[in-house]
């Protein structure tokens, strides 16, 4: 008998924006902040206690230390920085979630250092580093240099799409200034996530079709009906039968 599809939901959580608590319950996996462009101490122990009573998998969702920006600006830092600044953010958030009987399982850029390490070799180089160095997987986009050169160092990868946002034809993110950035039909965006679990398939904003390899979806948190979008993606896999858990 063969066995259902599975697909991996995760959400960006921890930011003081968007609905954690009602979005908790929708998802497989939590990109916790780690204080640098979000979130301080209490929230961040309190969000990986909630994964851990809902069996959520907990991510490092690391970034340039950019709080004003919501790390949301490119950084030209080094390739040390870059890794310093990974390995203490994963090391603070473990520490929260190891209070709460957690543990940290992956490590995911955020904002301007996830689309950075699409293309520029020294700060992705870093990022792999840094995972590397802390033993835990990267959460990056398919086709990116951070996947490439995981793939090199021998470091897992969590290949990841986007449930709402745009899609160039050569499997990169429409920058959130373009048009097309962003899905805002629900029933589209579930449209796409069960498309991509059925065929590794997603449609691009010129309509041709883009392969991917991915096993894990952003529903993002904090975007304009962000919780129906993510309940009608739960409600369009489970009538596909998709079974969403981590991978």
């Known amino acids: 008998m063969c066995s259902n599809p599975v697909l ?28 640098f462009h979000a979130g301080d101490p209490s929230m961040l122990r309190q969000v990986c206690a909630e994964a851990v009573d809902a069996g959520v998998r907990i991510g490092a969702q690391v970034s340039y230390p950019d709080r004003s920006g919501f790390g949301r600006r490119f950084m030209d830092a080094t390739r040390d920085e870059v890794i310093a600044d990974v390995v203490y953010q994963v090391g603070a958030l473990r520490a929260l ?58 470091v897992s990868v969590i290949a990841e ?5 745009g899609y160039t034809p050569a499997g990169t993110l429409v920058p959130r200034s373009e048009p097309g950035a962003l899905l805002h039909d629900s029933d589209e965006i579930a449209a796409r996530v069960v498309t991509l679990a059925s065929t590794g398939e997603i449609t691009a ?18 975007t ?14 489970a009538s596909a039968g998709i079974d969403v858990r981590a991978r």
């Not at 520029?120 to 086709?143: T, W």
């Open 8 to 35: 991996d939901l995760n959400a960006d959580l921890g930011e003081g924006v968007g609905d954690d608590a009602a979005l908790m319950p929708l998802i497989s996996s939590a990109n916790i902040a780690c204080g």
């Open 97 to 154: 979630a190891e209070s709460v009987g957690g543990t940290v399982e992956y490590v995911k850029p955020h904002g301007a250092l996830y689309n950075t390490i699409v293309h520029h070799e020294v700060q992705a180089r870093a990022v792999v580093d840094a995972a590397r160095s802390v033993g835990l997987p990267l959460m990056c986009l398919p086709g990116s240099a951070a996947r490439r050169l995981a793939d090199d160092a021998g």
């Open 161 to 165: 799409a986007f449930a709402d946002r």
């Open 205 to 222: 904003v010129d309509g041709s079709v883009v392969r991917s390899d991915a096993v894990s979806v952003c529903l993002h948190g904090d």
């Open 224 to 237: 304009p009906g962000a919780l129906a979008h993510a309940r009608t993606v739960r409600r369009a896999l």
